[in-house]
């Protein structure tokens, strides 16, 4: 796909961006086109599509804002159909996207800068923002004592006050990236897990009883946003 010639950022490490859609076909042409108007030099753009019986492939094929497409022949599942998009794509970091978002232009530069500073980092979210752009759903997981889990920042009005890279608990997984190293090391998205409906990673922190990884330590969220 090429770049929009706006803005370019030359950095060193390429991205690849995995969307991926199952009966997706109301929302996958715009976030195609916020894709195509990232401000992002070295990407690829990988959809995966889950056995969709609407109009979803004929529409990311008709937008033309992509590098990859692959049609599944049946539904993998979130874990199985993202494994499919990574393990077809080049990128050193790999972000996941779902299809009924749309990025800002300096989310991967944002994403790549936050890597690079924080090179023990596996995984990397993202600020997310309801449709009306203002108001926050998520900047970073918080998993309590008990196992209960919130949002950072859910509901609030977005003035900056979350703008700052930090560690956190977990990333929401509608907007996360991982470096490819650790994929590689993970093994991918356990296809086994008993949450299918998501599969899941996991790095040193976090609190599970999934094999730890010995390269990376650490999940960020970095400031620059989608919604």
């Avoid at 086109?33 to 995966?48: C, G, K, P, Q």
């Avoid at 997981?141 to 890279?165: F, S, V």
């Amino acid at each position: 796909m090429s770049p929009s010639p706006a803005n370019q950022i030359s950095t060193p490490l390429k991205v690849s961006v995995v969307v991926l859609t199952f009966n997706s076909e109301q929302f996958i042409v715009p976030c195609l086109e916020s894709l195509a108007a990232l401000d992002y030099r070295d990407v690829e753009i990988v959809v995966v599509d889950n056995a969709s019986s609407d109009a979803t492939i004929e529409h990311a094929r008709a937008s033309g804002q992509f590098d990859v497409l692959i049609p599944n022949q049946s539904n993998r599942g979130c874990a199985g159909g993202n494994n499919d998009g990574w393990r077809a794509s080049t990128g050193e970091i790999v972000l996941f996207l779902n299809p009924d978002t749309t990025v800002d232009r300096d989310l991967l530069t944002a994403l790549v800068e936050a890597f690079m500073e924080h090179p023990q980092a596996a995984v990397c979210g993202c600020k997310i923002l309801y449709p009306d752009g203002q108001t926050i759903w998520h900047t970073g997981g918080i998993l309590h004592p008990n196992a209960m889990t919130n949002h950072r920042g859910k509901d609030e009005q977005d003035r900056g006050q979350y703008d700052e890279i930090c560690e956190i608990d977990y990333a929401s997984g509608c907007a996360v990236a991982v470096r490819r190293e650790f994929l590689e090391e993970a093994g991918g998205f356990d296809e086994d897990s008993t949450s299918r409906a998501h599969g899941s990673i996991t790095t040193n922190r976090s609190r599970s009883s999934s094999t730890a990884h010995r390269s990376f330590t650490t999940t960020i969220e970095t400031a620059s946003g989608l919604w």
